[in-house]
Nanobody, 115 residues
Framework: QLQLVESGGGLAQPGGSLRLSCAAS???????IGWFRQASGSERESIAC????????TVASSEKGRFTISRDNAKNTVALQMNSVAPDDTAVYYC?????????WGQGIQVTVSS
């Protein structure tokens, strides 16, 4: 059972930056890793994902150019760098590890963007 713990959330001002981290309890090598978010009253949506090697990343079009996903397989961590944040980025952010037969989620972390 892989456990994922997100950190780095909190309050940011519009136009500012936040860096979210996801720490895994074991090796993340077998997993595609993704970041999702869920705003109040909305469905959970995919923001970004990264391949097992880290060589391929996909970022949702609305976040492209602002958000960057990265992973460190040696440290079993994944990061989401969020730049130029806006109030619409306010949500609970989740880390997900996925392979064919397994899907693991972190508990989520709140990000609030407000002046």
């Amino acid at each position: 059972q892989l456990q994922l713990v997100e950190s780095g959330g909190g309050l940011a001002q519009p136009g500012g930056s936040l860096r979210l981290s996801c720490a895994a309890s074991g090796s993340i090598l077998p997993y595609y890793i993704g970041w999702f978010r869920q705003a109040s009253g909305s469905e959970r949506e995919s923001i970004a994902c990264i391949s097992k090697s880290g060589g391929t990343t996909t970022v949702a079009s609305s976040e492209k150019g602002r958000f960057t996903i990265s992973r460190d397989n040696a440290k079993n961590t994944v990061a989401l760098q969020m730049n130029s944040v806006a109030p619409d980025d306010t949500a609970v952010y989740y880390c997900n590890a996925h392979e064919v037969d397994h899907d693991y989620w972190g508990q989520g972390i709140q990000v609030t963007v407000s002046s």
